[in-house]
């Protein structure tokens, strides 16, 4: 009986003063979920695994929309993005089948990119998506693959591309008519301005011609000369004017891959320029926008003018910026970060599109496949081989298994609060999610993470 009134007086005790915030709770139960795990990781069981769900997922775009952009993974139709199909899914998913060793699947997919990929076609494109999926997937097969054959579209895709920088500032409108080169959409933001410098530059290395890296480099420099007094860059920016549509400053979608190609191009190509340019942008970031809390820190919103904090979201987006923060060597904030993206994930099991760290509540509770915190584990993974990165991988991995598949694929989810699914699939779930989920766990020579830079969508290029 003293035993049993022990117990009961503890339970009492706990029920009466609760954790001190919910945020403790959080932190708890996120510390539990990976100590359930501290009996090690098999990562070789792993990487098997991760295997087996891109080959569930594959075979469910052969099946039902082989030949399209995309796979609708619930109603089981194909999708295209435009009026005639990219290849979007194979062109994306190249990379990882070869470092998968999935040497069927790529030689099938290889097989349909040279018989139908075409762009001489009469269709408007977004620069940005197009760059970073096609352009970058084309590359990396390249590199990877060594057919010449890739490197041909590539710079077919590069010169119809390249006419959406012909504005008066040099900085790209965010679509394009592959065939006519007509161009809208002078309304834009620093990721769709700032991110080409990895592709063009790796193209510009392969073919010998400097156009290209050029080309990115003034988009680069325009928009960096935008940036204000205290060096934060705004979300919306006009490119034909160069005049400032939304001062907001934050490193989240819009700006995101904008700060990650101006660290990445200056690595990746040993540019002195991006060096300078980076030092005070991530000086700024880190001074006004980053947020340390009770609960972990974080990276908010602010005005690009005063730095005054405007917002305390955070989001999936969000979560990149762990990787970039280990790249450039500054290993506490990037081990802080992925804390808190991790806590993010275990919020409600899997990582909303957008929460507030402050109330911990979510504002945006969609999932879309999203790769970024599989990034934020591999990269901090890389670094400092804590097996802590590979407990949190093998965590969201077996959630991401149990709440997003299906019978024939992956779908994403409308909201995580509910867990109800929707009818989508984008292709970086192939080029992005699965591959930073198997490169965790893969032990295979396959790739050097230190002789590589990944653009945006997980292509790899390799360093020089």
Known sequence: MKYIFILAVSILFLLAFGFKSQGQALEATMTMSV????????????????????????NGYKTYAWGYDALQPLSKKPHNWYK??????????FDTMLLMDLTAEAGEAKELIFKDLDFDVDMDVQNFEVSIRILGGLLSAYELDGDR????????????????????????????????????????????????????????????NPIYYETAMKAMKALYALRSPINLTAEGINVETGKVTNPESHISGCIDSYLEYMLKGSILFNDQELTAMWTPTIEAVNKYLADPTPGGLWYGHADMYTGKRTSTSYGALDAFFAGTLAMNNDLEKAAALQNSNFRMWMLEGVEPEQMNYATMKVENGSYILRPENFEGAYYLYQYTHDERYLEMGKTMFENLVKYCRTDEAYAAIKDVRTKEKRDYMESFFFAETLKYAFLLFDDS??????????????HPYKRE
């Open 35 to 58: 100590a359930d795990n501290t009996r090690g990781v098999d990562k070789k069981e792993m990487a098997a695994k991760v295997k087996a769900e891109f080959l569930h997922a594959w």
């Open 149 to 208: 054959r890739f490197l041909s579209l590539a710079e077919d895709l590069a010169q119809r591309l390249m006419k959406a920088f012909n504005s008066p500032t040099g900085m790209p409108y965010r679509m394009v008519n592959l065939k006519t080169g007509a161009v809208s959409g002078e309304i834009s933001n620093p990721a769709e301005i700032g991110t080409y410098l990895v592709e063009y530059g790796t193209l510009s290395r392969h073919t010998g």
């Open 445 to 458: 020579d396959k790739l050097n993470f230190h002789k590589v830079i990944f653009n945006t969508e997980a």
């Open 84 to 93: 005639k199909s990219l290849l979007m899914t194979p062109v994306d998913a």
